[in-house]
C-alpha cells in the first residue's frame, strides 16, 4: 500500500512545502492539496514549490472541479508542471464543493464532469480533443501525460469512476462504505469493458496516532483530544453525503432507483443541521456536533500505531493501493514520523534480501 499525505494551503506557504518535503522523506508517494482558492492560498503556485523541493512525490488535488477552473486552463497547468518536472502530477477531481458553493456556486453535472475530464486528461496528456467547437492540443508539451482520479460519494458518480477514472478517491475510511464503494467501482469498470483492477483506489482520512487512554482529558495527547482534532471529518463528509441520502433514502427523488446506500453512510447525518464554509476543513469546526466519538472511529485512523496498522490491512484487503493521510490537526509532523517509521513499513510487502 502507497501512503499518501493532503495538506491545507494555509500560509506560509513554506510550511506546506516543508510538510511536502518531510512526506517524501518519510516514503510518501503522493502529497495532495485542497484546492478552494478563497478558503486557502493557490494550489498550483504551491505545487511548484514541492515540486521543486522534492524529488520523487506526485502531487496534484484532492480535489480540484471543472466549475471554478476553466478546463483548458486546468489542462496547462499539469503541463506545464509535467514539462518542468518530469510528469509528476495526478489530477483528483469532482463534481466541486467548497470552492463553489463559498462563491454560491454549483456542481457541475455527471455528464459535464465527464466531458471535462476527457478535455483535462486529452489536453495535458500531449493528446488532440474537441473543446466548444474546435479541435485543441497544447503542442508546448507532448510528453506530458496526467492520470485523473475521481472522488465520488453517490451511485451515478462511483460509475462515472469505472467507466472513466484512472484512480477512484473515497474519502471516508469505514471498511464497510469501502467495500461497497470499491464494488460499484469495479462493477462499472467491467460494464464499462475496462480491467476494474486498472483503476487505482484511494482512501483519505485523518489519521492521528496516540497512546493516551480514552478516560484522560489531561494531555493534549489524550485519545479524548485525538477524536476532537479529528471531528471536523464527520462534518465534511456529512456535508456530501446529506445529498446522496436526500436522493436515495427514505422520500428521496430516487428513493425506487433500487440503489441500496450503506447505512453507515446514511444513519451518521440524521443530526446535522447545516454547515458553515468558513470552518470547512478544519479542527475544532462548530457544525459537528452530531458526529460522535463512534464516527470519528469508523471514518478515521486513531489510536496507537498498532491501531492504525490494523485497519490499514483491513484497507488493504479490500483493493485500497493508497492511504492518504489528512494532515489537518495539531500532530502534523509527529504523525508523519510515525506513519514514516512505523506504520508505513509495517503495511509495505517488501520482498526478504535472502530466501
Keep these: 500500500m502507497d501512503l499518501g499525505v493532503v495538506l491545507q494551503n494555509d500560509p506560509p506557504a513554506w510550511r506546506v512545502v516543508d510538510l511536502a518535503r518531510q512526506a517524501e522523506t518519510y516514503g510518501f508517494s503522493h502529497v495532495w492539496t485542497f484546492d478552494s482558492h478563497l478558503l486557502w492560498e493557490e494550489p498550483f503556485v504551491v505545487y511548484s514549490q514541492i515540486l521543486s523541493?522534492?524529488?520523487?512525490?506526485?502531487?496534484?488535488p484532492m480535489v480540484t472541479n471543472p466549475a471554478t477552473r476553466d478546463v483548458t486552463v486546468t489542462a496547462s497547468l499539469f503541463a506545464t508542471l509535467n514539462e518542468m518536472f518530469g510528469n509528476r502530477t495526478v489530477c483528483g477531481i469532482g463534481r466541486g464543493d467548497s470552492a463553489v458553493r463559498v462563491i454560491n456556486g454549483r456542481p457541475v453535472t455527471v455528464a459535464e464532469l465527464r466531458d471535462a475530464i476527457a478535455v483535462i486528461r486529452g489536453l495535458a496528456s500531449g493528446e488532440a480533443v474537441e473543446y466548444r467547437g474546435s479541435t485543441l492540443r497544447l503542442p508546448w508539451s507532448p510528453g506530458s501525460r496526467l492520470p485523473v482520479w475521481v472522488a465520488a460519494y453517490g451511485p451515478r458518480m462511483l460509475a462515472l469512476t469505472g467507466e472513466v477514472g484512472d484512480g477512484f478517491i473515497l474519502?471516508?475510511?469505514?471498511?464497510?462504505?469501502v467495500a461497497w464503494s470499491v464494488a460499484a467501482v469495479r462493477a462499472a469498470a467491467e460494464r464499462a469493458g475496462r480491467d476494474p483492477d486498472a483503476v487505482s483506489i484511494c482512501v483519505a482520512a485523518p489519521a492521528y496516532v496516540t497512546d493516551g487512554a480514552a478516560s484522560s482529558r489531561a494531555g493534549r495527547r489524550s485519545l479524548a483530544h485525538a477524536y476532537d482534532q479529528c471531528r471536523w471529518f464527520g462534518g465534511m463528509v456529512g456535508n456530501h453525503v446529506a445529498e446522496i441520502v436526500?436522493?436515495?433514502?427514505?422520500?428521496?427523488?430516487?428513493?425506487?432507483?433500487?440503489v441500496s446506500i450503506p447505512e453507515a453512510l446514511t444513519a451518521f447525518v440524521a443530526g446535522r443541521e447545516g454547515y458553515d464554509y468558513n470552518e470547512h476543513g478544519r479542527a475544532g469546526n462548530t457544525h459537528t456536533a452530531f458526529v460522535t466519538d463512534e464516527?470519528?472511529?469508523?471514518?478515521c485512523l486513531v489510536g496507537p500505531a498498532e491501531r492504525h496498522v490494523e485497519r490499514?490491512?483491513?484497507l488493504?484487503?479490500?483493493?485500497?493501493?493508497?492511504?492518504?493521510?489528512?494532515?489537518?490537526?495539531?500532530?502534523?509532523?509527529?504523525?508523519?514520523?510515525?506513519y514514516g517509521e512505523t506504520i508505513?513499513?509495517?503495511v509495505r510487502d517488501l520482498a526478504p534480501t535472502r530466501e
Design 171 to 177: 474519502q471516508l475510511a469505514d471498511p464497510d462504505v
Design 312 to 314: 490499514l490491512r483491513e
Design 246 to 258: 436526500a436522493r436515495y433514502g427514505p422520500g428521496g427523488a430516487e428513493e425506487s432507483a433500487g
Design 316 to 338: 488493504a484487503a479490500l483493493g485500497v493501493d493508497q492511504f492518504a493521510v489528512y494532515l489537518q490537526h495539531d500532530a502534523k509532523d509527529e504523525t508523519l514520523r510515525a
Design 344 to 346: 508505513g513499513p509495517a
Design 53 to 60: 523541493a522534492t524529488h520523487r512525490v506526485t502531487v496534484g
Design 295 to 299: 464516527i470519528v472511529d469508523r471514518f
